[in-house]
């Protein structure tokens, strides 16, 4: 699966005119996400809809966040889906747990 171009999330509620020096928002962000060979058990794609869903436990590895044309209120945010058996994301659920359960066992 390629990498898909998702929505511009905006970080206010104004829209940023491009057609003035006074942006009146803080910042807009296009998320473009990879799902590599993950897309069969993570995600569901409707080919009539051009759309993709993935699950709401699905998690992301941010990759590279760049400006887009220099601007510095516009950023592209490049994600890759990551599987439940990542080993960098098992380390941070584990942390996250002894943090949470310092007394638990199992």
């Known amino acids: 699966m390629k990498r898909k171009n998702f929505v511009i999330a905006s970080g206010s509620d104004s829209p940023i005119d491009n057609n003035t020096n006074n942006l009146t928002a803080t910042s807009q962000f296009l998320f473009r996400v ?19 869903l993935f699950s709401m ?22 994600l890759t889906l990551i599987s439940d ?11 996250i747990q002894e943090e949470i359960f310092p007394n638990s066992t199992g």
């Open 57 to 78: 436990h699905s998690v992301f590895r941010i990759c590279e966040i760049q400006s887009i044309d220099g601007n510095p209120y516009l950023f592209q945010i490049d």
């Open 85 to 95: 058996h990542d080993k960098d994301l098992r380390v941070l659920t584990n942390r």
């Open 34 to 52: 990879y799902a590599g060979h993950l897309c069969s058990s993570a995600v569901s794609y409707f080919y009539v809809e051009d759309e993709v």
